[in-house]
């Protein structure tokens, strides 16, 4: 199992004894999807908070006709899971599907409670990072409020560039709120600008 990925990352913010990365490593699973293969689907119970080896994933909301909503992507060093089903333990609102072969590092609901008892500073990090999802999740709705399309695909561009060329581009539109059509019209009209 490789989560050397992980333990980079968390060291990067915490600094983690080797007993404390041994266990950390007791509690966590290792698994690869395949690219279309999904990690959770709307209606079940999200088990797992996951953070991203390897690969790149979609979280979206699959309305009643069909239509996909995207909501967000994850890449190497990013984390995805229905937050909302995993922390409650109710069904979930979103899938996450692998756009890529995927390798994720898993931590059940009940091993990352263990894990927060055993090493407290690892529950302050992981609420940090809810903190700053949900606070980037809140700028997000207001640029989807105030920001004309262009200026959301730019935003998207300058923030997400390794995503940008790694994913089709109905589903940049579709988490843009806009058709392919548009995202192409717009694309052509900053062609001809630069």
């Known amino acids: 199992m490789n989560i050397q990925p992980l333990l980079d990352y968390i060291k990067s913010l915490i600094d983690l004894t080797p007993k404390e990365e041994a ?24 088990k797992y908070e996951c953070f991203v080896i390897s690969g790149c ?3 979206f909301y699959l309305d009643q006709e069909g239509q996909e909503h995207m909501v967000m992507f994850a890449i190497e060093n990013w984390w995805t899971a229905d937050m ?26 009940d091993e990352l409670e263990e894990l927060y008892a055993e090493i407290p500073k690892l529950e302050r990090l992981f609420r940090q990072i809810v903190e700053r999802a949900f606070v980037a999740s ?17 935003y998207f561009k300058s ?3 390794q995503i940008e060329e790694r994913i089709p581009q109905y589903l940049v539109a579709s988490f843009l709120g806009i058709t392919k059509e548009f995202l192409s019209k717009i694309k052509s009209q900053l062609a001809i600008e630069n």
């Open 159 to 161: 923030q997400y560039t």
């Open 23 to 46: 266990f950390l490593e007791s509690k966590v699973t290792y698994r690869k999807y395949l690219k279309g293969q999904y990690v959770i689907q709307q209606g079940d119970i999200c």
């Open 57 to 59: 994933t979609k979280t």
């Open 138 to 154: 809140q700028k997000r709705i207001v640029r989807n409020f105030s920001l004309t399309a262009k200026e959301r695909y730019l």
């Open 84 to 109: 909302g089903s995993f922390i409650s333990q109710t069904p979930a609102d979103y899938n996450v599907q692998c756009l890529e072969n995927t390798e994720l590092i898993l931590f059940a609901y």
